[in-house]
């Protein structure tokens, strides 16, 4: 997948390269001193190269997607262990010749 992009930015890199020498053809270029007369040739002619070696540097760079396979898991039914009930009641204590109120298990 490396090699892929690697080669697809190299490949984006020299069509931009030829796309900005294609666009100035020579003809009305710069002069020696300095002055450009602009060409009344081919005006918008680099566009359609730039378009071009966009939308194939685009296609190329885009990752491919393959199929994704989603699994749900498949909800599995939570069985909790019976919690013990409690009630209250009073209880004689032969100790201190009182009663008290302590949780008593009924289930």
């Known amino acids: 997948m490396k090699a892929l992009r690697l080669m697809s930015a190299a490949l984006g890199t020299v069509m931009l ?3 900005s020498v294609y666009a100035h053809d020579g003809r009305g270029g710069y002069g ?7 060409s ?17 540097g685009y296609a190329l760079s885009e990752p ?10 498949v909800p599995s039914r939570v069985i909790y262990p019976a919690q013990p009930v409690y ?3 009073w209880v004689y204590f032969n100790d201190c010749d009182c009663q008290r ?3 008593v298990q009924i289930r």
């Open 87 to 89: 009630q209250e009641q």
């Open 17 to 19: 390269l030829s796309v």
């Open 40 to 56: 009344h040739y081919n005006h918008g002619s680099w566009i359609v190269p730039l378009a071009v070696g966009g939308i194939l």
């Open 101 to 103: 109120k302590v949780l």
């Open 64 to 73: 491919r997607r393959e199929s994704v396979t989603y699994v749900q898991p």
């Open 32 to 38: 020696r001193g300095g002055y450009y007369a602009p």
